[in-house]
């Protein structure tokens, strides 16, 4: 005998499954932190490379990003097969579009950018890690990201030259320091 389904028990039923899938996804910080630490090292690296006038080698450091991505990808794909449910393939999604496209835009278009590249990087990853603190409905994430998305706009504003120490301030104060924040809450419940 089939058991019929009243618009309220099928709200009921919707909620539910929400509440788990949100449970199930538990931010523990690292990416964060890991993400904070290695946009902070790069970015204030190229600041005192040009202030040292190594012009022609600023951008070295940049090059370790990529091993950054694919560090997140093997996290997320681990966290995905641990506990995989619609929200954490949603960050996993979201992050790898706006990667993808930081990476993209700053290996390829860094010369049609100039001095408009930090600012835009910093409104993208703001933009990333507002629908990332909105999918696990943290305060905490979603204020870094509107945080990281006013610094990009207050960015435009800032000369060029100060632009790598710009984004590493901002990657320490908008990610490392709130992946630092979910860490230890979460270490702290355990």
């Known amino acids: 005998m089939e058991q019929e389904f009243t618009p309220e028990k099928s709200l009921e039923l919707i909620t539910q499954v929400i509440r788990q899938a949100k449970s199930k996804f538990e931010e523990d910080g690292v990416i ?3 993400w904070g ?3 902070f090292g790069t970015s204030t690296t190229q600041y005192f490379l040009l202030q040292n006038g190594y012009f022609k080698s600023h951008f070295y450091p940049y090059f370790i990003l990529p091993l950054g991505m694919v560090v997140s990808i093997l996290y997320y794909r681990n966290k995905q097969k641990r506990k995989g449910n619609q929200i954490s393939s949603m960050i996993s999604v979201t992050w790898g579009v706006v990667g993808f496209n930081l ?3 700053g ?9 408009n590249m930090v600012p835009v990087m910093l409104i993208l990853m703001g933009i990333g890690t507002f629908v990332s603190g909105k999918a ?4 905490l994430i979603m204020g870094a990201g509107l945080l990281l998305n006013i610094t990009g706009f207050v960015g435009f504003q800032f000369a060029l030259a100060s632009h790598p120490l710009l984004l590493g301030i901002s990657s320490l104060l908008f990610i490392f320091v709130p992946g630092l924040i ?3 809450k979460k270490k702290k419940n355990v």
């Open 107 to 115: 290996f390829f278009f860094w010369n049609a950018l100039q001095s």
């Open 136 to 139: 696990i409905n943290s305060r």
């Open 32 to 34: 964060y932190m890991m």
């Open 182 to 184: 979910i860490w230890i």
């Open 37 to 39: 630490i290695l946009l």
């Open 103 to 105: 990476m993209f835009m």
